[in-house]
């Protein structure tokens, strides 16, 4: 059976039922997750079933607080591994359309679709809107159209095109709903903003010195970068390469692959809002912009400002930081706990004193201790699987913890900490 095949017996399951069908939806909370579920919930608009969706952040009592609900199926998508034990709780027959890793036994009531149980790797092959989008195509193929938002979902875990992924592509390219250009990462904007505001990469103490930057490499700061003669912008890219190697910069690139949408435009633009209305408690913001609703992408464009805004803050605020330090990890405090692993990976990647060839972890305190943590693709080569590793040290303190070999998340108590953090470090040793 391949991953196709599983999703046709997922959807025979859902047609089945009447029209009338109670249906809850559950997605989780970031750019895949909205984009996962927003595909599911477009797909069964289209099949003429009504449907209650939410987007959730990965909690202790998810599930429980799901008990006092009349449901006859509920779809998890993008969130669901972690919780495949107590889904036997469930009155209602469950769906659980995920790719993330899982040991869990799966209870009789629940019917699991995970990529990595038909040889596909789901962090890097199949993500979560990759799975929703195989269920919306096996519910009907008219829904092809629906490989704009899966690769949104694609950009926003960091996957690559390979496996699974790669058919998504191709099929929106062949349907005629996706383009692909190869660009200047840089187009649109001028030379100060590049310097100042970009994110990725991120260029440390710019902020203060771009016009002197750029004086000294005589290039005016308010030209924009594609009205540069070609040799002022070798000149502006190579100081930009020696800039980034000075801050430990491993991987620099100035142009690459950019997807368009038929229906969004340019689709990394749309993960990205879709991520800033995740991380500042808007993701329904993030559904009505995937469902196409006009004044949802005015409120998401003003939702990614204030989000790049604070990010540049926060990450300003960590370069006059050193970070705390284990044998295996280091780790920081924010009280920005939806910023945490941005912050983290964007951290590792560009600031010089973070960037110790450990994996990062942000620590924020809320009800419990909300944790992000951020391998490098080296890291996870080299044996580092933070999913698994966060993941068994969440649970040894009584704690919920996993995701990725590149990217993990725990939630523990606050009086757990110090006992969690060493139980990390030896799951990292081991």
């Not at 409120?299 to 803050?313: C, F, L, P, S, V």
Request: proline share 3%; hydrophobic share 40%; aromatic share 8%.
């Amino acid at each position: 059976m391949n991953l196709e095949d599983a999703a046709k017996y997922a959807t025979d399951l859902l047609l089945t039922l009447p029209k009338k069908t109670k249906i809850r939806v559950i997605g989780h909370v970031d750019a895949d997750g909205i984009a996962s579920a927003s595909i599911i919930a477009i797909a069964l608009m289209r099949a003429g079933y009504r449907f209650h969706l939410s987007i959730k952040k990965t909690e202790p009592n998810l599930i429980d607080g799901l008990l006092g609900e009349e449901n006859d199926l509920i779809i998890f998508v993008d969130i669901g591994s972690s919780y495949l034990k107590e889904m036997k709780k469930l009155e209602s027959n469950v769906i659980v359309l995920e790719h993330h890793l899982s040991n869990e036994e799966v209870p009789s009531n629940v019917m699991y679709v995970n990529p990595r149980l038909y040889g596909l790797d789901g962090s890097r092959e199949a993500c979560g809107a990759s799975v929703a989008y195989a269920f919306a195509l096996a519910i009907d193929e008219e829904n092809v159209d629906l490989s704009q938002l899966a690769i949104a979902g694609i950009i926003g875990d960091r996957q690559n095109f390979v496996g699974y992924n790669k058919k998504i592509v191709e099929d929106g390219i062949g349907a005629g709903y996706v383009e692909e250009r190869e660009e200047y990462i840089f187009v649109g904007r001028n030379l100060k903003d590049i310097l100042e505001n970009s994110i990725e990469p991120y260029f440390t103490g710019m902020y203060k010195k771009s016009v002197s930057f750029l004086e000294e490499l005589k290039l005016m700061p308010q030209k924009k970068f594609e009205e540069l003669e070609e040799n002022e912008r070798k000149k502006f890219l190579s100081a930009l390469t020696l800039k980034l190697i000075e801050q430990g910069v491993k991987d620099i690139e100035w142009k690459k692959k950019f997807y368009f949408g038929k229906y969004y435009g340019n689709l990394e633009d749309i993960t990205s809002k879709l991520n800033a209305c995740a991380r500042l408690n808007e993701a329904g913001v993030g559904v009505s912009l995937c469902l196409g609703d006009k004044k949802a992408l005015e409120k998401a464009t003003i939702i990614q400002e204030k989000y790049r805004d604070e990010i540049r803050k926060e990450l300003r605020e960590l370069e006059k930081k050193e970070p705390y330090e284990k044998r295996n990890f280091i780790y920081f405090y924010t009280d920005k706990a939806p910023l945490g692993g941005v912050l983290a990976g964007l951290a590792l990647a560009y600031i010089p004193q973070f960037n110790k060839e450990k994996p990062i972890l942000s620590l924020a305190y809320n009800e419990y201790i909300d944790i992000s943590a951020r391998a490098s693709q080296e890291m996870v080569e080299n044996g580092v699987n933070l999913g698994k590793a966060l993941k068994e040290a969440a649970e040894s303190v009584g704690g919920i913890g996993g995701g990725h070999p590149i990217a993990a998340g725990a939630k523990i108590e606050k009086e757990k900490e110090e006992e969690f953090l060493e139980k990390l470090d030896e799951a990292l040793e081991r």
